[in-house]
């Protein structure tokens, strides 16, 4: 089955028949690219998938295990996936083809800015780790290569006088790696970049034994914003969401988008738009983050210039002029 969706994940874009008959209606397959099965986007994107399967004629979508956000937006630059999940400040160095994009701008565009992720810095209780500048020395996970956590976690580690190659030693994991190796021992710390409550760490800080600490990271947003822009923000991690961690911790934060290729057809866009709006609800049964996508803010704060698709239904509904 798993070779199955990785076939339509090489060949979007494309129109096959359903059915046999000459008659049969075309379906449109589109691939979601979200990111590790322990974070939020594998989930997420497969509400997407769904209420896109159920409410758009013809439209048959299937979610993607992916590395997340860098990879994601290479996928839709070269046709082998047609939505994404990103972070927004991955999306920002891809459409101006800084970082890791090797000068080469993606022709990307958003249909709607989704939740924010958190930076979440995570260790245990017994390491003594309370700061950022106290994993100098220690095994840390920077997360998956191609992920934006990954992207953010040298970020923070370079803006608090850390060079993540020497004075660290590195591992990249995702998040549900991250987390099975800090419960047993292999690494001291990981950074994970995602959204509230992430699973892997609920698993976490139900473990047995340990206590889950969450380590601030919001002292360095002053010089990522120098560095990147105001795609960096303060955020904060309410108290309560992880066993173990009973106040709020100030972090890094950065939005969520959903985007597409700018090419895409511009009814389709319209159509993704208005389904994933209209069936908000739906989406927010399957993960609790959808809750968060709401008409006011999804219009808004993308690096990436809206689909036309997208502004269209954004302004039918009047948020935008």
Known sequence: M??????????PSSFFLLGCGSGAPKARFLSIATGGTGGIYY???GGVAKVLNDHLPNVRATAEVTGASADNLRFVRDGRADLAFTMGDVLADAVRGRGDFDGQALPI???????????????????????????????????????GTAISGERVLRASGLNPDRDVTRHGLGV????????????DAFFWMGGVPTPALQDLAHS?????????TASVLASLR????????????????????????????????????????????????????????????????????????????????????????????????
């Open 2 to 11: 798993r070779a199955f969706r990785i076939l339509f994940l090489l060949l």
């Open 43 to 45: 989930p997420y994107g």
């Open 109 to 147: 565009a958003t249909l709607a800015t989704l939740y924010t992720n958190f930076a979440h810095l995570v260790t245990l209780q017994s390491t003594g780790i309370t700061r950022v500048e106290d994993l100098r020395g220690r095994v840390v996970s920077l997360g998956s290569p191609g992920s």
């Open 176 to 187: 549900g790696e991250s987390a099975a190796a800090l419960k047993d021992g292999k690494v």
């Open 208 to 216: 047995q034994g340990i206590t889950m600490r969450l380590v601030p």
């Open 226 to 321: 120098a560095s990147h822009g105001d795609v960096y923000l303060e955020g904060q991690v309410p108290g309560g969401v992880y066993r173990g961690v009973p106040d709020a911790v100030p972090v890094l934060a950065v939005m969520n988008l959903l985007v597409v290729n700018a090419s895409m057809d511009e009814q389709l866009a319209y159509g993704i738009t208005r389904v994933l709006h209209e069936h908000q609800a739906e989406l927010a049964a399957i993960h609790p983050e959808a809750r968060n996508l709401q008409l006011q803010s999804a219009a808004k704060n993308s690096p990436a210039p809206f689909h036309p698709g997208a502004l269209r239904y954004y302004r039918e509904k009047g948020v935008i002029k």
